[in-house]
């Protein structure tokens, strides 16, 4: 889902849309739905970004967390890859 998508359903989950070539001016709006200004997606658009940096890096924490938390538990760094498959 592009970024436009994105920005498009934070601020209309309920909204059907089709976004062409991820081009801001190829929004097409389907079943009623309310056109919302390209102003208003723009503005959304960067937290949509940060949204998406942010989870990936909670997974890569969560990761980092979950490894070290079984090498406290005693187990080898060969037995942690072993099981996190790295």
């Known amino acids: 889902m592009s970024n436009i998508t994105k920005a498009i359903l934070k601020i209309n989950p309920n909204a059907q849309v089709s ?3 991820n081009d801001i001016d190829n929004i097409q709006w389907h079943n009623g ?16 970004e940060q949204e998406t940096i942010d989870k ?17 538990l005693g ?6 890859k ?5």
Do not use: F, H, R, Y
């Open 56 to 72: 990936a890096q909670a997974k890569i924490n969560k990761k980092a967390s979950g490894k070290q938390k079984l090498l406290d």
């Open 82 to 86: 072993a099981l996190i498959g790295i």
């Open 19 to 21: 976004v062409s070539n």
């Open 33 to 48: 739905t309310t056109p919302i200004s390209k102003s208003d997606i723009e503005a959304q658009i960067p937290t949509v």
């Open 75 to 80: 187990l080898s760094e060969e037995e942690v």
